[in-house]
């Protein structure tokens, strides 16, 4: 049956009128980039709880010696050893706590939502490893240093292994941090080759 002409004009302009859905690789980019977001925003709090407000507060524990963690240039067995004389067991105990809280969620999600901004940034997967390296080794670190410092700590008098063993890990742990966040800035402004589908600069999905 042949159609009308009112029948063929609506059929189109219903066609029309349906906006077209955003490709599947779009949407996971935009979710992507949501929880990115929220992982930053949650790393950038811990950072600030766990180095500048609770490891700060701890130096009225401690006769004002900062804690190892905040020595970006290490220390030495006789620092820990005065740090042991003026910390008594409940404030050695609160530091330990505060290794396995904040300490240990830090690291965890501020590598997460650095993997993931390169992951949505990096097009190539050798790239990809290349920038998450210094991510995933600060974490094994940073987890590492929370124990060897509590280690250190324990004894009256420190043993100098345990001491260097903590004081390298320190120091490490820092160069690490620095060279992730490198890392990450780098994933955003790579030549147009490199990058992800939709990502970089002044680029926009389709």
């Known amino acids: 049956m042949g159609r009308t002409r009112a029948q063929i004009a609506r059929k189109h302009s219903t066609g029309a009128s349906t906006a077209p859905e955003a490709p599947p690789a779009d949407r996971q980019r935009s979710n992507g980039s949501l929880v990115l977001i929220a ?3 949650a790393s950038l709090f811990l950072f600030w709880y766990f180095h500048l407000l609770t490891l700060g507060q701890m130096t009225q524990l401690s006769g004002g010696l900062a804690m190892p963690d905040m ?6 067995a006789g620092y820990v050893e005065r740090l042991h004389e003026a910390m008594d067991d409940d404030a050695r105990g609160q530091l330990s706590y505060l ?3 904040a300490g ?5 999600i501020f590598a997460f ?7 949505l940034n990096a ?3 050798w790239l990809r490893w290349l920038l998450w ?11 590492w240093e929370n124990i060897a410092i509590d280690a250190a700590l324990a004894q009256a008098t420190p043993d100098a292994g ?4 903590a004081s390298t890990l320190t120091v490490l742990r820092w160069v690490l941090l620095g060279l992730s966040l490198v890392a990450g800035v780098a994933s955003m402004f790579l030549p147009r080759g490199l990058r992800a589908p939709g990502a970089g600069p002044g680029t926009k999905s389709r």
């Open 104 to 108: 240990t969620l830090f690291p965890l």
């Open 113 to 119: 939502a650095w993997l993931l901004l390169v992951q």
């Open 71 to 76: 020595m970006i240039g290490g220390y030495d």
């Open 39 to 41: 992982a930053a925003v």
């Open 162 to 165: 345990a001491v260097v063993l």
């Open 133 to 143: 390296s210094p991510v995933i080794l600060f974490v094994v670190v940073d987890l």
């Open 99 to 101: 290794h396995r809280t």
């Open 123 to 125: 097009g190539r997967r």
